[in-house]
């Protein structure tokens, strides 16, 4: 008996489609943008003769970028079953318990009565505060000081030489207190970042300006060293100081010739007052090159001989003061026609040396 085979039509096997997503990435950027320097300046009282504004740096940080967040697919093929083989467990690593660590503590110093951080402290203000006493050694620790705001005080002894340390200083002021000694010149020599500098109305020892080192100090604006009992000659070196924008040396024993190297003064130096002296010789005419003057003061010295007449170079000149000396002859004519001049401070009879001025801005002293 044959058997019927029963023969199928071969079927073929199911198609899988496997639907796979490309994740789309999205990347999300900023630009930090660029931080400005503040431009106000610290809150403290000026002295008459020295300005002291100077601005504070203290940049803020830029702020960081943001994370940049990648998008992820919504779903992923299920992948075919497989069979799975036991695996070990494994075995677990012994932990080790790591050692405490001890909290840091802040280092600080203490300058009259109050603690101020080492690491921190970028400004010391303590103008007008009635504060007596000599300064102390601590200070040269405070390495991250750049403001120094200490006038107008009863400060007495010597200026430490630890205030060389001070090497990131812009501004010291030390204006009308009692501080006596000679000035540190080594330690001033270390501060290469000032940009002012007043010890004026101190009754320091008699001494001579250091003249190498303030030589050194080439980022000064503003240098205020009158009333402080200097002797001797005024140094050349302040004409290397080119960036000065005032000058106050007056009421000192002073007695040298006017130097020539000031006329390297020639853009910047607007006050220059350097009274009540012992200074002999004639005005310099290299005077003449010094473009920005608008203050000359002059008055109660020895100086001799007549007004050079390129002072009518300064067309920015404001106040010319040379009475009580010994010039002789009168004030050049040209002087006259400076624009900006409101005073020119001159001798009249009956002094012994009498000045001749037919410029309507003669007043006589």
Request: charged share 10%; net charge negative.
């Amino acid at each position: 008996m044959l058997g019927t085979r029963l023969i199928l039509p071969p079927t073929s096997p199911p198609t899988m489609k496997l639907n796979t997503l490309s994740p789309t990435i999205s990347i999300t950027s900023s630009t930090a943008p660029e931080t400005s320097l503040p431009t106000s300046s610290p809150s403290t009282a000026s002295p008459t003769n020295d300005p002291t504004a100077k601005p504070t740096f203290s940049p803020t940080n830029a702020p960081s970028l943001p994370p940049t967040d990648t998008d992820t697919p919504t779903s992923t093929p299920t992948p075919e079953p497989t069979t799975q083989t036991p695996t070990a467990q494994p075995t677990a690593a012994p932990t080790t318990s790591s050692p405490s660590v001890a909290p840091t503590t802040m280092e600080v110093v203490q300058i009259f009565g109050t603690d101020y951080e080492v690491a921190s402290t970028e400004v010391l203000s303590l103008s007008g505060q009635g504060i007596g006493g000599s300064i102390p050694t601590e200070i040269g620790r405070l390495t991250g000081l750049t403001f120094a705001f200490l006038e107008d005080n009863q400060l007495t002894g010597q200026l430490p030489s630890e205030i060389g340390l001070l090497t990131s200083l812009y501004a010291l002021n030390l204006y009308m207190n009692e501080l006596t000694g000679t000035i540190p010149a080594a330690a001033l020599a270390t501060l290469t970042d000032l940009t002012m500098l007043s010890l004026s109305s101190n009754p320091f020892s008699p001494g001579t300006i250091p003249s190498a080192e303030i030589g050194l100090l080439t980022s000064l604006t503003h240098l205020g060293l009158s009333n402080a009992q200097l002797t001797g000659p005024l140094p050349s070196e302040l004409g290397l100081l080119t960036s000065l924008t005032g000058l106050w040396l007056n009421q000192n024993q002073l007695g040298s010739t006017i130097p020539t190297e000031l006329g390297m003064l020639s853009t910047m130096l607007e006050s220059l007052w350097l009274f009540d002296n012992n200074l002999t010789g004639e005005i310099p005419s290299e005077a003449g090159q010094m473009k920005a003057l608008k203050y000359v003061r002059l008055y109660e010295n020895e100086l001799s001989g007549q007004v050079p007449s390129e002072i009518a170079m300064l067309s920015n000149l404001s106040i010319l003061s040379v009475s009580d000396n010994r010039l002789q002859d009168g004030i050049p004519s040209n002087i006259c026609s400076i624009p900006n001049l409101e005073a020119i401070w001159v001798d009249c009879s009956p002094s012994p040396f009498p000045v001749e001025c037919s410029c309507s801005q003669c007043v006589c002293a």
